[in-house]
């Protein structure tokens, strides 16, 4: 009888040896699978960041282009005007 229970106690803890093994397996993929996860999302944020800073500086062309193309012909004469207009008030 004791070689019986000593055989049964031996399988139980095989099998719990393996039950521990699979989920040690299975826990080791989930980390993986979070890891790989987090790389695509740092991947992602790295390319929105420069995305962002690219069309940052399209704007400030667009914005340095604008002024390029604003007329200033008439900035001379409203300069004076401006002066004329301060000198006269006070």
Excluded: C, P, W
């Excluded at 699979?22 to 080791?28: H, L, R, S």
């Excluded at 996860?37 to 069309?55: F, R, V």
């Excluded at 002066?83 to 006070?90: I, T």
């Amino acid at each position: 009888m004791g070689a019986v229970l000593q055989k049964k106690t031996m399988q139980l803890f095989n099998e719990l040896q393996l039950q521990k093994s699979i989920v040690a397996e299975k826990m080791a993929e989930a980390v993986l699978a979070q890891a790989e996860d987090d790389k695509e999302n740092a991947i992602a944020n790295k390319e929105k960041a420069a995305a962002k800073q690219e069309k940052a500086e399209l704007d400030k062309v667009d914005k340095y282009m604008q002024l390029i193309d604003k007329d200033a012909s008439d900035y001379d004469d409203a300069v004076h005007a401006a002066k004329r207009f301060r000198g006269n008030q006070s």
